[in-house]
């Protein structure tokens, strides 16, 4: 065995030498939770700490617990296989290669807008079917979290992205290729599904690559694609109309764009999931050392099909009926979301009716939801990321309390509300199309800054369990996102533009105080929660303060 002062020369010497390290300074859990003589207890009374349970499923036991083992496979403090410690290009390429294709998967929801026109002349089917193109799309993000989410945490991140994406490009030439209603239906849903894959695995991936200070940065860029597709689509996919091209082209364009990320998939993705890459290694050192004691948590797992499927589909759903915190977030982004793709409804009645405007120009009108969104990322990355570098510094080495997520959201939650009442009651024919169209600045400003704040809380509060967490929640906010167009249509033509947008509007304003609750009630909420640890830290420039008064 080499030296304890030697570099280690092979993967076997390198793991027989930090197998002895304390796993504690592992990057990979850079976020979990802080144990000090003042720390409270991470769950009440007797009850299991489910935190600690998954952290063991995924990493192993710490050195001196229970079923710990010097041949149990780890990274070392700075390990250049660590995903977090990859040099900051690579990061924040593979951060931009997730936007992508997130990009891609929700630019293809909503770019049928424009053609909806044509398909019903050529299929001979009504608005409401109409609306299913875009609807149906969005329901398979229903289905895409329960399979790919779980799916990536047990295989990788990279087989999940190469077979999904394949897949899904083949969904796009059957919707080109379609001779019916039904056939187009069905590969919509499917390519749905499918797409979901990275909305799922994109921000596993974000979280895998970053630390806590870095990941809100991160999550600006990557939280700007889910907006900047839908509103880029009807652009695109209007204007193609207007050009005379043929309605399969866009499926056509789709498919072109599916088929480039897929290439770069395949050729610069590597996996970023530390549990699979601890497996691989582990695989490496039995065949170089010809020792089969050399194992990775994740291989340990011996679970019967009915479990498999409990931790799949039953533990993100348990966790959001049992956790209070959860389901009014949930309820708040997937109100929010739906909304969001309501307008794609909403705004042809304005502007195509009422301004007389055509597909290309109706799609154009869209383009403020996007800037808006990216104002609000440059906001976010200018003003509040910086305050919470300074905040990490104030509690380091202890995380900073979520709640401070949430200061971002009690701003934005008004600004979402007021663009309902604007964009309604501006939306006369004979006032100028520009005052319904800005009110679209505001709603994509404060779109991005609710779910920045909301996302960043979710995972900062659940930790360990934060892909269950968000698992859940993508799937109610799908099932919003796919059933607020199907009604959009029956209500702006019964209640008109101003009362339908007053109302919700309304319903915008009666959840606007949830981050206030949430900033006042959270820590007690997770001190009682048995899914969320709680720590209670205070920041070093207070215990400073508290120190000297106590000399005094």
Known sequence: MSSPLAVPQSEADRFELTSQLPASNTASRSSSTIIGENDRPLSVGDREDVNEEYRREAYGPEPGEKGWDEFEVRFAPDDPDDPHTWSRVKRWYLTALSGLLVLNATFASSIPAGIIPHLMAEFHFGTEVGALLISLFVAGYCVGPILWGPLSEQYGRRPIALSSFAVYTCFQVGCALSKNTASILVFRFLGGTFAAAPLTNSGGIISDIWDADTRGLALAFFTLAPFAGPSLGPTVGGFMVVAGVSWRWVFWLLTMFAGVCFVLIVFTLPETHAPTLLVQRAKRLRKQTGDSRWWAPLEKEDLTITQRLETIVARPFKILILEPMLLSITLYMSFVYGCLYLMFEAYPIVFTVGHHLNAGLTGLTFLPIFVGGCIGCFGYILYWNPIYIRLSKQYAPAPVPPEFRLDICMYAGPGFALTFFWFGWTSYPEV????????????????????????????????????????????????????????????????????????????????????????????????????????????KFETKETENSSLA
């Open 432 to 539: 100028s199309l520009w005052a319904p169209m800005m009110s679209g600045l505001v709603m994509g400003f404060s779109v991005v800054w609710i779910f920045l704040g909301l996302f960043n809380y979710l995972i900062d509060a659940y930790l360990f369990i934060a892909a269950s967490a968000l698992a859940s929640t993508t799937v109610i906010r799908s099932l919003f996102g796919a059933g607020f167009p199907l009604f959009a249509n029956q209500m702006y033509e019964k209640l008109n533009p101003r009362w339908a947008s007053t109302l919700l509007g309304c319903i915008a304003l009666l959840m606007t105080p949830i981050p206030f609750v949430l900033k006042h009630y959270g820590p007690t909420l997770r001190r009682n929660s048995k899914f969320a640890p709680s720590v209670d830290v205070l920041p």
